[in-house]
Nanobody, 114 residues
Framework: QVRLVESGGGLVQPGGSLRLSCVISGTNFKITAPGWYRQAPGNERELVANISSSGTSMYADSVKGRFTISRDNARNTVYLQMDNVASEDTAVYYC????????WGRGTLVTVSS
């Protein structure tokens, strides 16, 4: 059974930083290409960033230069470093991986507010 567990969300001030983690079990993690998505109230879920098995990353235009996705294959974990956050980054952040089918975590809430 594939399981994704996100952590690291919370309240952060504008301009601040936060690091999200997602531990993925039940796959051969090192050959997967996990990603981070987010969904703000009233909006559709959108891709934030993903990272290939070789470490190549891609980002939504809205987060380029501010967010960094990384992975630790020894820990079966994908990270999202969020820097210089803004109010529009407020959302529930979800981890996703494809392993025979699509799998999602339950999400972690990030609130950017002063």
């Amino acid at each position: 059974q594939v399981r994704l567990v996100e952590s690291g969300g919370g309240l952060v001030q504008p301009g601040g930083s936060l690091r999200l983690s997602c531990v993925i079990s039940g796959t051969n993690f090192k050959i997967t290409a996990p990603g981070w998505y987010r969904q703000a109230p009233g909006n559709e879920r959108e891709l934030v960033a993903n990272i290939s098995s070789s470490g190549t990353s891609m980002y939504a235009d809205s987060v380029k230069g501010r967010f960094t996705i990384s992975r630790d294959n020894a820990r079966n974990t994908v990270y999202l470093q969020m820097d210089n956050v803004a109010s529009e980054d407020t959302a529930v952040y979800y981890c996703r991986v494809y392993w025979r089918r699509e799998w999602w975590g339950r999400g972690t809430l990030v609130t950017v507010s002063s």
